[in-house]
T-cell receptor, first 113, second 113 residues
Framework: AQSVAQPEDQVNVAEGNPLTVKCTYSVSGNPYLFWYVQYPNRGLQFLLK??????LVKGSYGFEAEFNKSQTSFHLKKPSALVSDSALYFC???????????FGAGTRLTVKP | DGGITQSPKYLFRKEGQNVTLSCEQNLNHDAMYWYRQDPGQGLRLIYYSQIVNDFQKGDIAEGYSVSREKKESFPLTVTSAQKNPTAFYLC????????????FGDGTRLSIL
């Protein structure tokens, strides 16, 4: 079975500070990992993914994520947060051979001016 | 522009009534998905389809039905058997490669009158 956990319901950071949104996963085999962002009353937008290769993945809007196999984590990061980054962030995992994707419960990021 | 269109944006259901949510994509994607989003629970998979005229149940298929008669269309019917249908419904699509992200529509919010 595949699953993903986002241990923080809410993350608050000040504008200009670095941000981290945490994600851990459980899957048999090598995972496919994804981060999405959701703005109010909208669908999810894809930010970045890890399939294989370099553990540091760069994505849209200055976001990046680090794959750590030993800790089964895939934390989302950004060096300098913007107020416009405030949104709901979802981590997702898919096991090779599986047709469906599992999403975490989401983390609400609030960036204060 | 290519994308996924969900309609209507808001929908109201009376007791004992079936309602159908529309999802159309012009991305030429083979796979399509329906998710239900409730506050604090992330996304839960209702149904998915990898190819025309074929679909599989997800984790919470009871009370829902789908069809996939055309590659571009994957409508979801919320039947009267679904006792708690109030939620935000999201449709997504992806190409066949499991390492590729899903693309989402902007959702339909269903409420009970």
């Amino acid at each position: 079975a595949q699953s993903v956990a986002q241990p923080e319901d809410q993350v608050n950071v000040a504008e200009g500070n670095p941000l981290t949104v945490k994600c851990t996963y459980s899957v048999s085999g090598n995972p496919y990992l994804f981060w999405y962002v959701q703005y109010p009353n909208r669908g999810l937008q894809f930010l970045l993914k890890y399939i294989t290769g370099d553990n540091l993945v760069k994505g849209s809007y200055g976001f990046e994520a680090e794959f750590n196999k030993s800790q089964t984590s895939f934390h989302l990061k950004k060096p300098s947060a913007l107020v416009s980054d405030s949104a709901l962030y979802f981590c997702a995992v898919r096991a090779p051979g599986n047709n469906d994707m599992r999403f975490g419960a989401g983390t609400r990021l609030t960036v204060k001016p | 522009d290519g994308g996924i269109t969900q309609s209507p944006k808001y929908l109201f259901r009376k007791e004992g009534q079936n309602v159908t949510l529309s999802c159309e994509q012009n991305l030429n994607h083979d796979a399509m998905y329906w998710y239900r989003q409730d506050p604090g629970q992330g996304l839960r998979l209702i149904y998915y389809s990898q190819i025309v005229n074929d679909f599989q149940k997800g984790d919470i298929a009871e009370g829902y039905s789908v069809s996939r008669e055309k590659k571009e269309s994957f409508p979801l019917t919320v039947t009267s058997a679904q006792k708690n249908p109030t939620a935000f419904y999201l449709c997504a699509s992806s190409i066949g490669d499991r390492g590729q992200p899903q693309h989402f529509g902007d959702g339909t919010r269903l409420s009970i009158l």
